[in-house]
């Protein structure tokens, strides 16, 4: 992925496309007892399509810091962003405040909005109309790594 963005607190990459993201598909794994799904481990899954919704307009972003971690949206994770998807009241997005790119739950209020984390060690940011502010994108996914 090609890096195009990064400030402190995330990297913003640019979505790729390619036929490497296909792998096998076990249909259903089990938490608990052996699954006869295992017969099936054959079948393919195509990542790209089950990730990526709008490829123009898909962009990849690797969280630094702790502020969503109550969501798990922890560092080090990588968001899946959709920049052609509206934002909603209390939807989880990247937006650019200040020069910097924050991940944060957009809740509309009168006359702005608020930024809210998702750990009680941050305090929401109020955006007034005024604030030099842009909703870049939605979080649609999360790429974990255990």
Known sequence: MEEIYSVQSLSIYRQVTSKNWLAALIPAISAGFPSPAADFIDLEIDLQKEIVKNPASTFYGRVKGTSMSDVHIDDGDILVIDKSLPCKDNCIAVC???????????????????????????????????????????????????
């Open 96 to 146: 650019f405040l200040n020069g910097e790119f924050l991940v944060k739950r957009v809740r509309y209020d009168e006359g702005g909005c608020w930024l809210v984390a998702e750990s009680d060690q941050y305090a929401p940011i109020w955006v007034a109309a005024d604030t030099e502010f842009l909703v870049w994108g939605i979080v649609v996914s999360v790429i974990k790594f255990f």
